[in-house]
C-alpha cells in the first residue's frame, strides 16, 4: 500500500485486495486511495457468523445482521471506498469446479464491464451494467436484508427472483456518510476521470511559457473532454 500511494510509481483506477478484510489494513487502503485522490478502493469487508463470531473460514455461512453491526461499528466515512457482501461462487478456470471468492473479484469484473459497455460515470449496478462473471452469490437474502445492507453502504451481490444462474450487483453506494452525489460510485468516478483526463494534459504543457497562447491550448484540450462527459 505504500509503494500503491505513491504517484509516480504506480498508475490504477480501482484498487483491490481480494480477501483481506483486516480493518487495520482495509482502513490503510481507503486514506491511501483519498490521499491519492485518483482511485476508489473496492473493499472486501469482516463478516460475523451467527455467534456473533468473526468468519475466518471462507465455508461458513456469515449471519447478515451481525455482519452489519460489525461494519457500522467501524463509522467509515469516505467516498473513495465502496464495500460489497457476499462473497459469491465462480467457476476455477483450470477445471471449471465453482469455488468461493471475496465479492471484489466479482465486481472488478462489473467496473470493467461498465466501462465496456458505457462510461466510468455510469452506475456499475443492475441488469445492463451489473452482472457478475459468478454462477451464484454465497448467501440468499430477502429484500428486508438487501435494504438493511443498502441502508449500511454495503452494496448487496444477490440473485433476483426468477433468475437463477445469475448474480447482479444491487448498489453503488460509496462510504461517504454526509447525503451527497459523492455518495455514490459513478459520481466519484466520474471525477476520478476528469481529473485524471485533465492532468494528462496537464502534463503535456507543464514546462511550457506561462502566457495566454498555453493557457488557451489547455482550455482547446479540455474542452472535448468536458463535452463528450456533458453530452
Known amino acids: 500500500l505504500d509503494v500503491l500511494s505513491d504517484k509516480s510509481a504506480t498508475e490504477f483506477q480501482l484498487l483491490a485486495f481480494p480477501g483481506q478484510r483486516s480493518p487495520r489494513v482495509t482502513d490503510y487502503a481507503i486514506r491511501a486511495c483519498e490521499d491519492r485522490f ?15 463470531q468473526i468468519i475466518e473460514d471462507s465455508l461458513l455461512v456469515p449471519h447478515v445482521r451481525n455482519t452489519i453491526g460489525l461494519f457500522e461499528s467501524r463509522s467509515l466515512d ?50 445492463s451494467r451489473g452482472r457478475l462473471s459468478a454462477i451464484d452469490s454465497k ?32 448498489g453503488q453506494k460509496t462510504l461517504l456518510q454526509d447525503k451527497s452525489a459523492l455518495d455514490r460510485i459513478n459520481v466519484r468516478r466520474l471525477l476520478i476521470d476528469i ?12 514546462f511550457e511559457p506561462n502566457r495566454a497562447s498555453t ?14 462527459v456533458q453530452k
Open 195 to 206: 481529473r485524471r483526463k485533465v492532468k494528462a494534459v496537464g502534463e503535456q504543457l507543464l
Open 78 to 127: 469516505s467516498s473513495f471506498a465502496a464495500a460489497y457482501f457476499p462473497d459469491v461462487l465462480v467457476r476455477r478456470p483450470s477445471d471449471r469446479a465453482p469455488i468461493v471468492v471475496p465479492p471484489s473479484v466479482g465486481m472488478l469484473g462489473v467496473m470493467s464491464l461498465n466501462d465496456t459497455i458505457a462510461d466510468p460515470w455510469f452506475a456499475p449496478a443492475g441488469l
Open 38 to 52: 485518483d482511485a476508489l478502493y473496492v473493499m472486501d469487508i469482516l463478516q460475523k457468523d451467527a455467534s456473533d
Open 139 to 170: 448467501l440468499q437474502m430477502n429484500r428486508d436484508l438487501l435494504d438493511e445492507l443498502y441502508d449500511a453502504d454495503i452494496n448487496p451481490i444477490y440473485v433476483p427472483a426468477g433468475r437463477p444462474g445469475e448474480v447482479y450487483a444491487f
Open 215 to 228: 493557457l488557451a491550448k489547455f482550455s482547446s484540450l479540455v474542452e472535448p473532454i468536458m463535452a463528450n
